[in-house]
């Protein structure tokens, strides 16, 4: 393994782990590695770590027979506590796209721009949901935008640290409040499109998004009362 990690640099570092980027067989590769937690006792911190990153390997690969576009997985190393996967290159990130588009061309012609990006963004959620898969950090930050050669808008996900599997119309509804709220915070126009998000959610989720959308307006209740409550 130690051949394997030579040449990777660190590219960001968070609370639960640090981010890579080098090589692996070749190829251009991101690395996920998990931090130890000390304030556990070493067996019991490494079975939930290891149970952890079965989860999120098993998202990812449910995630792309769903047809939702995910990292290809490299390699899944338990003993090093690291996740070798695809690194999308030529791609930004969803909140980067918006941003940058919303600060270069008019409301008019940014909306039109995004727009296409929003009914994306809700075609893919309602494939995740459609198939009980729950992401649990839906934020434009891990979503990476590219453009095919042919011109054509593809949306990958990312970080599925916080994944499960659970036909739950409470947790997905909770879902789409995360990416509500992660909308709200970042993108001055975030009013107009997740409504446009959830239009294109629902052709999707056919099955139960009617469940789901009522769950998440329960849920949104409860966080603007906790928000008035202070």
Avoid at 77 to 83: A, N
Wanted: proline share 2%; net charge positive.
């Amino acid at each position: 393994m130690s051949s394997a990690w030579e040449g990777f640099e660190l590219f960001k570092q968070g609370a639960e782990g640090r981010v890579y980027k080098g090589t692996y067989l070749g190829r251009p590769t991101i690395v996920k590695e998990r931090f130890k937690k000390f304030y556990r006792h070493p067996d019991l911190d490494e079975h939930l770590t290891k149970e952890r990153m079965k989860a999120e390997a098993r998202a990812i690969a449910r995630s792309k027979t769903a047809g939702v576009r995910t990292p290809c997985l490299y390699l899944v190393d338990f003993e090093s506590r690291r996740i070798f996967m695809e690194e999308i290159q030529g791609s930004i990130t969803v909140k980067k796209f918006i941003n940058d588009t919303l600060s270069d061309c008019s409301e008019e012609d940014s909306f039109r721009t995004i727009l296409p990006v929003a009914t994306e963004i809700g075609s893919i959620v309602g494939r995740l949901h459609a198939s009980n898969i729950i992401h649990g950090d839906l934020t434009t930050s891990n979503m990476l935008y590219s453009l095919s050669t042919e011109g054509q808008i593809s949306i990958t996900l990312i970080d599925f640290g916080l994944s499960h599997v659970e036909n739950s119309a409470e947790d997905k509804g909770v879902d789409l409040y995360v990416l509500e709220r992660a909308l709200l915070s970042t993108h001055s126009n975030a009013e107009k499109l997740f409504p446009l998000i959830l239009q294109s959610y629902k052709k999707v989720n056919v099955k139960d998004s009617k469940l789901v959308l009522d769950k998440f307006e329960e849920v949104r209740a409860r966080g603007r009362k906790r928000t008035m409550v202070g």
